[in-house]
Protein backbone atom coordinates (compact mmCIF):
# COMPACT_ATOMS: atom_id res chain seq x y z
CA UNK A 1 0.00 0.00 0.00
CA UNK A 2 1.33 3.72 -0.80
CA UNK A 3 0.45 6.45 0.91
CA UNK A 4 0.98 10.20 -0.63
CA UNK A 5 -0.27 13.27 1.38
CA UNK A 6 0.32 16.90 -0.40
CA UNK A 7 1.26 20.04 1.28
CA UNK A 8 2.53 23.62 0.51
CA UNK A 9 -0.76 24.95 -1.15
CA UNK A 10 -1.83 28.15 -0.45
CA UNK A 11 -3.38 31.72 -1.74
CA UNK A 12 -0.56 33.89 -3.97
CA UNK A 13 -0.74 36.64 -6.01
CA UNK A 14 -0.30 36.74 -10.05
CA UNK A 15 3.14 36.13 -10.70
CA UNK A 16 3.98 34.47 -7.43
CA UNK A 17 5.36 31.32 -6.98
CA UNK A 18 4.70 28.03 -4.55
CA UNK A 19 6.33 24.80 -3.38
CA UNK A 20 4.16 22.11 -3.20
CA UNK A 21 5.53 18.77 -1.54
CA UNK A 22 4.18 15.13 -1.53
CA UNK A 23 5.29 12.88 1.38
CA UNK A 24 4.89 8.88 0.07
CA UNK A 25 5.00 6.23 2.89
CA UNK A 26 4.75 2.35 2.12
CA UNK A 27 6.11 1.35 -0.82
CA UNK A 28 6.16 4.03 -3.20
CA UNK A 29 9.82 5.37 -1.71
CA UNK A 30 12.09 5.24 -5.34
CA UNK A 31 10.15 1.85 -7.01
CA UNK A 32 7.68 4.32 -8.75
CA UNK A 33 7.25 7.17 -11.09
CA UNK A 34 5.78 10.28 -9.56
CA UNK A 35 3.54 12.79 -11.27
CA UNK A 36 1.10 15.58 -10.53
CA UNK A 37 -1.55 16.82 -11.91
CA UNK A 38 -3.85 19.51 -11.64
CA UNK A 39 -8.26 19.88 -11.15
CA UNK A 40 -9.97 23.53 -11.58
CA UNK A 41 -13.40 23.72 -11.06
CA UNK A 42 -15.53 22.52 -13.58
CA UNK A 43 -12.58 20.74 -15.43
CA UNK A 44 -11.02 17.75 -15.65
CA UNK A 45 -8.09 16.57 -14.07
CA UNK A 46 -5.28 17.14 -16.26
CA UNK A 47 -1.58 16.15 -16.39
CA UNK A 48 1.29 18.68 -15.11
CA UNK A 49 4.38 16.62 -14.55
CA UNK A 50 6.29 13.74 -13.56
CA UNK A 51 9.64 12.66 -12.80
CA UNK A 52 10.95 8.80 -12.64
CA UNK A 53 11.49 6.31 -10.08
CA UNK A 54 15.11 7.08 -10.28
CA UNK A 55 15.17 10.84 -10.71
CA UNK A 56 16.80 11.30 -13.58
CA UNK A 57 14.31 11.99 -15.93
CA UNK A 58 11.26 14.38 -15.83
CA UNK A 59 8.50 15.33 -18.04
CA UNK A 60 5.76 17.50 -18.75
CA UNK A 61 2.87 19.14 -20.35
CA UNK A 62 3.91 20.70 -23.60
CA UNK A 63 1.92 24.30 -21.71
CA UNK A 64 3.79 24.35 -18.69
CA UNK A 65 7.04 23.36 -19.22
CA UNK A 66 9.61 26.20 -18.39
CA UNK A 67 7.06 27.72 -15.42
CA UNK A 68 6.81 24.65 -13.39
CA UNK A 69 9.84 22.27 -12.14
CA UNK A 70 9.73 18.72 -10.25
CA UNK A 71 12.38 17.56 -8.28
CA UNK A 72 12.07 14.14 -6.21
CA UNK A 73 14.54 13.64 -3.07
CA UNK A 74 14.65 9.95 -2.31
CA UNK A 75 16.15 10.12 1.25
CA UNK A 76 12.84 11.67 2.35
CA UNK A 77 10.42 10.21 -0.04
CA UNK A 78 9.10 13.43 -1.12
CA UNK A 79 8.51 14.73 -3.97
CA UNK A 80 8.32 18.98 -5.16
CA UNK A 81 6.75 20.63 -7.67
CA UNK A 82 8.11 24.05 -8.05
CA UNK A 83 5.31 26.57 -9.56
CA UNK A 84 6.85 30.12 -10.95
CA UNK A 85 5.01 33.08 -12.38
CA UNK A 86 1.50 31.75 -11.22
CA UNK A 87 -1.63 33.17 -13.25
CA UNK A 88 -4.72 33.19 -12.65
CA UNK A 89 -6.01 30.08 -14.69
CA UNK A 90 -3.28 27.74 -12.58
CA UNK A 91 -5.93 28.06 -9.59
CA UNK A 92 -6.56 24.20 -9.40
CA UNK A 93 -6.51 21.17 -6.82
CA UNK A 94 -3.17 19.69 -7.23
CA UNK A 95 -2.63 16.18 -6.67
CA UNK A 96 0.08 13.63 -6.47
CA UNK A 97 0.03 10.15 -7.96
CA UNK A 98 2.12 7.05 -8.11
CA UNK A 99 2.76 5.09 -10.65
CA UNK A 100 4.70 1.78 -12.47
CA UNK A 101 5.64 4.26 -15.68
CA UNK A 102 6.54 7.66 -17.22
CA UNK A 103 3.06 8.42 -18.74
CA UNK A 104 0.23 10.85 -18.72
CA UNK A 105 -3.08 9.49 -18.55
CA UNK A 106 -4.65 9.55 -15.27
CA UNK A 107 -5.56 5.66 -15.57
CA UNK A 108 -1.90 4.60 -15.49
CA UNK A 109 -1.33 5.61 -12.02
CA UNK A 110 -2.20 3.80 -9.23
CA UNK A 111 -2.36 5.57 -5.94
CA UNK A 112 -3.49 9.88 -5.49
CA UNK A 113 -3.28 11.46 -2.48
CA UNK A 114 -5.94 13.94 -1.51
CA UNK A 115 -4.66 16.96 -2.98
CA UNK A 116 -3.57 20.58 -2.01
CA UNK A 117 -5.16 23.79 -3.32
CA UNK A 118 -3.73 26.62 -5.26
CA UNK A 119 -5.82 29.52 -5.40
CA UNK A 120 -4.01 32.57 -7.31
CA UNK A 121 -5.43 36.15 -7.49
CA UNK A 122 -5.10 39.10 -9.69
Known amino acids: QVQLVESGGGLVQTGGSLRLSCASSGRAGTRYTMAWFRQAPGKEREFVGG????????YYAASLKGRFTISRDGAKNTVYLQLNSLQADDTAVYYC???????????????WGQGTQVTVSS
Open 51 to 58: ITSTGHNT
Open 97 to 111: AAGPRATMPTTEYEY
